[in-house]
């Protein structure tokens, strides 16, 4: 059986795609076949963010709606032959995302033997965000350290104990995680601390990840930061993606991790 990941928010623009590409890749990187199925509607991105957008032909709409086999809307990764893209349509109303839809689609990976499925979700409670949550496995909630972020990120909690397949086939509740991006160590007034966010929503760690020019610079090349596990951005993630696959690193990984690289992370852990 895959694994159905989803990488949700409240508000927008908080890093889910950012997040989306690198745990993907990461996972790909350690040998499972994965796929990333960008559920942004009408503002497909992830297509960019691997560098794969000249090689779209058809799309996760053009799958459910029959007008194409899913294998051959299906994009191999040019950094790992183990990761697939599944763009989003860019053209098309929202509304043709189905739950009946979904489920077919989720069937055909599983034909396909991925082992990790991650959809990257619209923002907030749009309809992909919604009917993803519905077939979770496990879900990332990204949020960056201030309060607004925030507020979205409950509001969505409680939204997803009512969705979740899971819990209403009372087969126990999903797992939540909490990735804090952007993380910077000269935090300004609005912005909260790491313990503060794990503390208010009742949610575990799952990792933080700095704020960093690389990932800025990686958007626009379309290698996802992961690949420069020297970069402190990349080394988070890599951190993440161990704890996604069972390894149960402590807090103190992170600080491992960039010890002697300027000690970011060492500072902002230490607060
Ligand atoms: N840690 C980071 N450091 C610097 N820039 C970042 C970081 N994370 C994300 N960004 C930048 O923030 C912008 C938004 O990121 P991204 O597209 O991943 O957000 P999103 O949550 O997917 O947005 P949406 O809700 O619109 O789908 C991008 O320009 C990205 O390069
Ligand atoms: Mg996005």
Known sequence: MATVIVLTSGKGGVGKTVASVSVALGIALRGKKTVVVDLDIGLRNIDLALG?????????????????????????????????????????????????????????????????IIFDSPPGLERGAKLSLYFADEVIFVANPTRASLRGCDRMLGVLQQESKKLQAGDGEVPERLLINRYRSDQSGNTISRQQMVDSLGIDLLGIVPESQSIADASESGTPVITDKTDPAGAAFDVVVSRLLGENLPVEAENELMAGKGGLFDKLLRR
């Open 52 to 116: 794969c957008e000249r090689r779209v032909i058809f799309d996760l709409i053009n799958v459910m709606q029959g007008e194409a086999e899913l294998k051959d809307a299906l994009i191999r990764d040019r950094h790992s032959d183990n990761l697939f893209i599944l763009p989003a349509s860019q053209t098309r109303d929202k509304d043709a995302l189905s739950k009946n839809g979904m489920a077919k689609l989720i069937d055909g990976l599983q034909e396909l033997e991925f082992e990790y």
